[in-house]
């Protein structure tokens, strides 16, 4: 079982940024692949980025290329994504997740433990 907390939500103007940390308890941080995802009301949960266990392999969706993150500190069992030159578009519950596995992935349904998820509002 792995346990994972967000924090760092929060109300910003567009174009500020902000840092979204993903703590994770239990089994081994570093044997999982992470990933954010993001939900609006009314709308599906949606990959945002994802990260290897080791670090090396980072996947964006199209959207947030350039201007998110997604970044691992295996040391302190946490997981981080910074969002620069945020757009009101990016309004939404952020989710961390962890997959068993050494790679990352786009696919929601590969993931196997989630968060409660933190909130984001971006304001015009």
């Known amino acids: 079982q792995v346990q994972l907390v967000e924090s760092g939500e929060g109300l910003v103007q567009a174009g500020d940024s902000l840092r979204l940390s993903c703590a994770a308890s239990?089994?081994?941080?570093?044997?999982?692949?992470m990933g954010w995802f993001r939900q609006a009301p009314g709308k599906e949960r949606e990959f945002v980025a994802s990260?290897?266990?080791?670090?090396?392999?980072?996947l964006y969706t199209d959207s947030v290329k350039g201007r998110f993150t997604i970044s691992r500190d295996n040391a302190k069992n946490t997981m981080y994504l910074q969002m620069n030159s945020l757009k009101p578009e990016d309004t939404a519950a952020y989710y961390c997740a962890a997959k068993s596995g050494s790679y990352a992935s786009r696919e929601l349904k590969a993931y196997d433990y989630w968060g409660q998820g933190t909130q984001v509002t971006v304001s015009s």
């Open positions: 990260i290897s266990w080791g670090g090396a392999q980072r």
């Open positions: 239990g089994r081994t941080f570093s044997s999982y692949a």
